[in-house]
């Protein structure tokens, strides 16, 4: 039996309202003391796990920006709470805990939880969370976004395959999943993403960087162009850019892609001097390809050190040309190495990946394990299964 919730009196401290939900009370209470500091609103604390169907909905009826929920008093229930919340709203779910076993972390990134919050919460981690659920706080009706989901794809190294794998992701996505997509090139100056997928693009993302002023929905949809998987696609430019990076014209085009796309994919390359923009924040899901080697093992590691401190439970590891049992770093290895598992793991296929770059025909549009790979991860962000078709074989007098 669940205890009735009981809600304490409800605290204005700033922009955002948060909900904090925990059965243990000294730790509960912690965490509301370490946000009396932080820029939010208001903070509600709720002294028992909502399990009933009516406390959940009269939960999310009250529109949290963030609710914070406590891992470690009931593990099950508490990410079946997030798991409901996630699907339910989108409201920024965050956990907190004394755990921080990698197995654990996994398990809350799928439910859903966008920050893992590990104890004793020091007030400098909690609000620099708090900053990046402000920056997805939504601005429609009804606790919604106002808009889709953007999914950010970095590379650990140069060579790692980045554009490969995002392209074929976002292929999955539109083709396999049905959704309405948008890829971006943002891996200046020489992103390829146009000539893996085979188009040959009139305007680049360059018009739209030093059109930033102009940008709305009529603007994007002239400059970018559609791939036969209905794909549409902003492309890095054919010759070499003569633009700056600026900040804002970098979010003034991601926020109008977003409006107008259920998913934005955006192809960042190895360009780690985007972190200086919001991008890292504004993604919903940041895939960090790499390969099992010393080098980009090594990358990969100052890159999480550098830009994803407090832990980036919107962060996946993508371990990009894997090979089982090859003799080389180990997946073990890996997940220690960077202090968190890998969530992926992209099959080598050489001769797969160079007919693909030689005919610009999109791995997800055959059956291979390198596709059913892929189509796996495109399922998982959009919450719709993929269904690999295979190719009826021909008749052999040979079988």
Not at 152 to 165: A, D, P, Q, Y
Request: hydrophobic share 40%; proline share 4%.
């Amino acid at each position: 039996m669940s205890t009735p919730l009981q809600e304490s009196d409800v605290t204005s401290v700033g922009g955002l309202s948060v909900a904090v939900i925990g059965p243990n009370d000294q730790d509960r209470r912690g965490v509301a003391h370490a946000l009396s500091s932080a820029s939010i609103n208001a903070v509600r604390e709720f002294n028992a796990y909502p399990v009933r169907v009516s406390e959940m909905q009269r939960l999310l009826e009250q529109n949290f920006d963030v609710i914070i929920i406590d891992l470690d008093s009931d593990q099950k229930v508490a990410l079946n709470l997030v798991e409901h919340v996630a699907s339910q709203s989108q409201t920024t779910v965050m956990v907190y805990s004394a755990q921080t076993d990698p197995s654990t972390l996994v398990r809350c990134m799928r439910a859903g939880a966008r920050e893992f919050l590990s104890q004793p919460i020091s007030t400098s981690t909690l609000s620099e969370a708090l900053s990046r659920a402000a920056t997805r706080k939504p601005t429609g009706q009804g606790g919604k976004h106002d808009g889709g989901k953007v999914l950010l794809f970095l590379g650990g190294k140069g060579g790692s395959g980045v554009t490969t794998v995002a392209c074929n992701f976002a292929v999955a996505l539109a083709q396999g999943c049905g959704k309405n997509t948008l890829m971006i090139d943002l891996d200046l100056p020489l992103g390829d993403a146009a000539l893996t997928l085979g188009i040959t693009p009139q305007f680049s993302v360059v018009d739209a960087l030093q059109n930033a002023s102009r940008m709305d929905s009529n603007f994007l949809s002239k400059i970018v162009v559609k791939h036969s998987s209905g794909l549409s696609i902003l492309a890095a430019p054919g010759k070499f850019p003569t633009v700056d990076v600026n900040s804002d014209a970098i979010e003034r085009l991601v926020q109008t892609a977003r409006s107008n796309f259920e998913y934005v994919v955006i192809d960042a390359g190895s360009r780690f001097d985007l972190s200086k923009t919001s991008l890292l924040d504004q993604a919903d899901v940041v895939y960090l390809v790499m390969q099992a080697g010393i080098p980009e093992l090594r990358n990969s590691h100052r890159v999480i050190s550098e830009y994803f401190k407090t832990g980036g439970t919107n962060l996946e590891i993508v371990l990009n040309r894997f090979i089982p049992r090859s003799g080389g770093v180990d997946e073990e290895h890996i997940a220690k190495a960077l202090n968190k598992p890998v969530q992926w793991k992209i099959p080598s296929d050489y001769v797969a990946v160079r007919r693909m770059q030689n005919e610009a025909t999109p791995l997800t549009q055959e059956d291979s394990m390198i596709s059913r790979a892929i189509q796996e991860m495109a399922g998982a962000a959009s919450g719709v299964t993929i269904k690999a078709e295979k190719k009826k074989k021909g008749f052999s007098l040979f079988g």
